[in-house]
């Protein structure tokens, strides 16, 4: 279940993949736990459903105190077993961008938020108990918070030496050995300029030799040409997006999202790896590429969808 990632000087990197209970949800949530010389930490939880796998990951490492978890954001899929685990394990502090500490306190709004964009994935993912006050802290030591919006206005990636934790900020990644799989996560309510001023700030930090860590799934190595790669994608979206939603005859006779599926799939060679991945992911994948697509839909103002 707990896959070392990587070590050097400063500690380990573990990734914990947690399986969720509905067809094709395999190599996709996770959880990152980092064991230095001074602490250790977890970098996203995973929704609240999959706490009994992230707490028997945990268990398999010898890791028995968890000094802080740092939150990319707080969508469900990624910080939903927080509150939980702040129960589990009371020495924690959580990290987490300003503008997502009052959400982690009073999570009612985010719930009801969840539920109304997710619908049954929400309550299959299951609600975010509330985080105490005094838990939230504003930084760690050794590990360098980056503000990242664009995927969410609370979206936030770490630094820890060579590392990116970026969260959702570069998308979402599969690695299929000779190749990989990379699409846009990219839902409403999406802004590309601020998406691609998060890129460019995490291409600043990036080097050859960095590895991109993302919150679904795995990580990939020269982290500054995966990031190029990623931007370029966003801008050639745009470009394919646009250009269908320009045909009104399109637009009107319906099927016009399933349409944009199509022609991302033909168009995107970022997307190529799509056709390779197994029937039940390719399940999965597809209701994520509807949802990135609603999101430049509304910034195209071509909606509704």
Not at 6 to 20: A, D, F, V
Not at 99 to 125: C, F, M, N
Not at 230 to 243: D, M, N, S, T
Request: hydrophobic fraction near 40%; charged fraction near 25%.
């Amino acid at each position: 279940m707990a896959e070392l990632v990587g070590t050097c000087q400063e500690g380990e990197l573990y990734l914990i993949e947690l399986r969720l209970e509905r067809e094709g949800f395999r190599k996709f949530l996770s959880s990152w736990l980092l064991r230095t010389g001074s602490g250790q930490f977890l970098i996203d939880t995973g929704p609240a459903a999959v706490l009994p796998q992230l707490l028997d990951g945990i268990k398999e490492l010898g890791v028995n105190r968890v000094d802080a978890i740092l939150l990319t954001h707080i969508h469900l899929d990624h910080a939903g077993a927080v509150g939980d685990l702040v129960e589990c394990f009371p020495e924690a502090r959580v990290l987490a961008h300003p503008k997502a500490r009052r959400h982690l306190e009073d999570p009612a709004r985010l719930w009801e938020g969840s539920v109304e964009v997710l619908g049954d994935l929400a309550h299959l993912y299951g609600p975010l108990k509330p985080v105490p006050r005094e838990k939230l802290i504003g930084g760690v030591p050794g590990i360098r918070m980056i503000e990242t919006p664009g995927h969410a206005p609370h979206h936030a990636s770490f630094l820890w030496g060579e590392y990116i934790f970026a969260g959702e900020a570069a998308g979402v990644y599969l690695d299929l050995g000779d190749a990989y799989y990379l699409r846009p996560a990219t839902p409403p309510k999406f802004f590309l300029q601020r998406t691609l001023a998060s890129l460019d700030t995490l291409l600043d930090l990036a080097g050859d030799e960095s590895i991109l860590c993302f919150g679904h799934f795995g990580w990939a190595r020269g982290a500054e040409g995966i990031l190029e790669l990623a931007r370029q994608q966003l801008c050639r979206w745009e470009q394919i997006i646009a250009a269908v939603g320009q045909r009104l005859e399109v637009r009107e006779e319906g099927g016009f999202l399933s349409l944009l599926r199509e022609e991302v799939l033909r168009r995107d060679p970022l997307l190529q790896g799509f056709f390779r991945l197994e029937p039940d992911i390719q399940q999965r994948e597809k209701y994520f590429l509807d949802n990135s697509l609603k999101g430049y839909m509304d910034y195209l103002s071509l909606g509704p969808f």
